[in-house]
């Protein structure tokens, strides 16, 4: 029988010099039957757009689509934009954005503009997702 399926355990303590040997019975521990941790599974998260403003910035517009489990409170959500190891800008996803996006199973975009210079090959965003 595996630990995780037992109702109770049995300890014994034994020791040579002890007169008897120590006994207690435990509890077994039980799986709950919903989950403790918070999931999110990022679907999608592509850069699909930018375009230079012509007054040194430029707008980068991604595309985030994620699920997440009951266990999860409101998520929080910063999207930043980075050009090699160069910090250009980031935003602040409100509420359950990008969650509310994969229940309708639409797109879901947001746009960051930053000052750049460089080309657009260099950019990436990073994603952070916080349960609140």
């Not at 207690?24 to 918070?38: E, F, H, M, R, S």
């Not at 595309?63 to 998520?75: D, E, F, K, V, Y």
């Not at 602040?92 to 503009?113: H, L, M, Q, R, Y």
Request: proline content about 4%; charged content about 20%; some cysteine.
């Amino acid at each position: 029988m595996d630990a995780k399926d037992a109702i109770t355990a049995g300890v014994t303590v034994s020791d040579p010099n002890a007169i008897e040997d120590a006994t207690k019975i435990a509890n077994g521990w039980v799986q709950p039957t919903t989950p403790l941790d918070c999931t999110v599974n990022v679907q999608d998260f592509c850069l699909t757009g930018a375009s230079n403003n012509g007054d040194k910035t430029w707008d980068f517009v991604f595309t985030i689509r994620a699920a997440s489990n009951n266990a999860c409170g409101p998520l929080s959500t910063t999207l930043e934009v980075i050009s090699e190891d160069n910090y250009l800008a980031n935003v602040i996803i409100p509420g359950n954005g990008i969650v509310s996006a994969f229940d309708c199973n639409c797109d879901k975009e947001f746009t960051v503009t930053a000052e750049f210079a460089g080309t657009t090959g260099d950019v990436y965003g990073q994603l952070d997702i916080r349960n609140g």
